[in-house]
């Protein structure tokens, strides 16, 4: 009987400690830092490279891309395999946007476009 408690306890322990990714699939802690880069890249282009007429959106966005590859150990090929098939396990893929949200909701980093104004000093026009 206590042989079989044991052994039930480490079968649901295995199967509670979620899912294992495959060889060549990138670990989630490491593909949410990836994504998360991304998503800033992506931001950034459909900010400011898109209005500037002189540049070439799709270059910028793949020049970006490969510093954000290189950042992480990692290349477009591992990267998008590795989309794949979080893609293809909706459960870990909402644990991973989850983490993301959370990650971008704890950024700090504002960029005023000018300093706040003083109370007895603001203008009306």
């Known amino acids: ?12 322990f295995i199967a509670c400690s979620g899912h294992q990714v495959p060889k ?6 490491k593909m949410e830092k990836v994504v998360y880069d991304i998503l800033k890249v992506e931001e950034y282009v459909n900010t400011f490279v898109a209005k500037d007429t002189t ?35 909706p459960d870990m893929q909402k644990a991973l946007f989850d983490s993301i ?3 971008a909701g704890r950024a700090t980093t504002v960029f005023p476009h000018r300093l706040p104004a003083k109370a007895g000093k603001l203008k009306q026009p």
Do not use: D, W
């Not at 060549?24 to 802690?29: C, H, I, M, W």
């Not at 540049?55 to 591992?78: C, D, G, I, P, W």
């Open 101 to 103: 949200s959370a990650e």
């Open 1 to 12: 009987m206590r042989r079989a408690l044991c052994i039930g306890l480490i079968l649901i």
């Open 24 to 29: 060549g699939v990138l670990e989630p802690g």
């Open 55 to 89: 540049l070439n959106v799709k270059k910028q966005r793949s020049t970006f891309y490969a510093e954000v590859f290189k950042l992480h150990n990692t290349n477009r090929k591992e990267f998008y395999s590795s989309y794949k098939y979080y893609q293809q396990h």
